[in-house]
């Protein structure tokens, strides 16, 4: 039955596109591959088989966007972003390729009194922290998630209403807003209460008059709302409450690097007269680029190397429960568009597990 729906989802998208082309339109896509090796020294238990992992490697397509965005007027501009990705709904049965989700589906609304300042955005949408980080600060989404997304503390799209105010001429200076949600997510939409959860947002570029530091920012988020789960009326919506705070930052210098990163802290209501739930997360990266320091001949220009660092606790009040992630590589970005990475990852656990290692080569296509 899902196969159906995905079916009529593509049609239902390629009729929007077809009458969208009528207007000013544009197409965009990214996929995201990789390959990846298993260096640990371990085993797995497999339907009563042990199973050597160190040496498992396997390639995956793990993400691949398609992206319509259309103006429809002066003030008025649509976006819809399909996800392709692994199917791992069990309801899907025998089912294990890749499904099509839909990751975007809003219309931007430029205010009339205030066009080149205020906007108004409706519909399944970026949270936007999370999306600042991941594009203008990590900017390696293609190699991973940055840690909120990776750690699940907040979707990168929900349904709602957002307000946004541009600082600055064409948000030279960044943005600011207001998102009311359904808190929710793009990939599991049933909202089970009646709260509606509330995230102030900015990201403000102090140096974006210096042409050497353009690229500096800083952002931060507060978010704060109910759990998305079933409330009676014997319960409060307080008891359950959900609340984020998220502050990031990047020192960027030319084209040449750029040294950051992020904090979060959340709370999850865990019921009445229980203590609640807390965790925290913090995150360090950086990026060198070679271009502008060799020669114009030189086979190491489109070469750079980046590294990250995790660090996360998914709660504060218990000891040893926490992990880490190392990230080191080198990058190589031959022409527009494309981006390949080869690296090495380590994750260790405060608790006595054994560390994990991996080798990935990750790529990226864009159009």
Same mark, same amino acid.
């Given at each position: ?110 205010? &009339?009194?205030?066009? @080149?300042?205020? !906007?108004?955005? $409706? =519909?399944?949408? %970026? ?7 991941? +594009? ?121 690097? &750029?040294?950051?990163? @992020?904090?979060? !802290?959340?709370? $999850? =209501?865990?019921? %009445? ?7 925290? +997360? ?86």
């Amino acid at each position: 039955m899902k196969i159906i729906t995905v079916i009529f989802s593509l049609m239902a998208i390629m009729a929007m596109a077809a009458g969208a082309f009528a207007v000013e339109t544009t197409v965009e896509g990214r996929i995201y591959s990789s390959w990846w090796m298993n260096l640990t020294d371990t085993t797995m238990t497999h339907d009563s088989a042990t199973v050597d992992l160190k040496g498992w490697n396997q390639f995956s397509l793990d993400r691949s966007y398609v992206t319509i965005k259309s103006k429809l007027s002066d003030y008025t501009s649509l976006n819809i972003t399909t996800d392709l990705r692994d199917s791992k709904d069990e309801m899907l049965n025998s089912f294990a390729g890749y499904m099509i989700v839909l990751k975007y589906g809003y219309i931007d609304w430029k205010l &009339n009194f205030a066009p @080149e300042k205020l !906007s108004l955005r $409706l =519909g399944l949408q %970026p949270t936007m922290y999370v999306d600042a980080i991941d +594009a203008m600060m990590w900017g390696h989404r293609y190699v991973l998630n940055s840690v909120g997304d990776l750690n699940k503390m907040l979707t990168t799209s929900d349904l709602g209403a957002s307000v946004n105010y541009n600082i600055g001429e064409n948000s030279k200076y960044g943005f600011a807003g207001l998102s009311i949600w359904n808190g929710t997510s793009y990939t599991d939409l049933n909202e089970q209460n009646k709260s509606k959860d509330i995230n102030p947002y900015v990201v403000f570029k102090p140096l974006a008059g210096n042409p050497h530091f353009e690229k500096t920012m800083i952002a931060a988020q507060f978010y704060t709302g109910t759990q998305n789960i079933p409330i009676d009326t014997t319960m409060k919506a307080g008891d359950y409450k959900r609340q984020i705070i998220s502050v990031g930052a990047n020192l960027a210098y030319k084209d040449l690097f &750029n040294v950051g990163g @992020e904090f979060w !802290s959340n709370t $999850l =209501g865990q019921g %009445p007269n229980v203590d609640d739930l807390k965790s925290s +997360a913090i995150s360090i990266f950086g990026n060198l680029k070679f271009r502008s320091l060799v020669g114009e001949d030189s086979p190491f220009r489109t070469l750079g190397l980046f590294g990250r660092y995790d660090i996360v606790d998914p709660n504060t009040d218990v000891d040893d429960n926490g992990n880490s992630l190392l990230i080191a590589g080198v990058e190589c970005t031959p022409v527009k568009g494309v981006a390949a990475s080869l690296n090495f990852r380590n994750k260790s656990y405060q608790a006595d597990i054994k560390s994990e290692s991996f080798l990935f080569l990750n790529t990226e296509f864009k159009f």
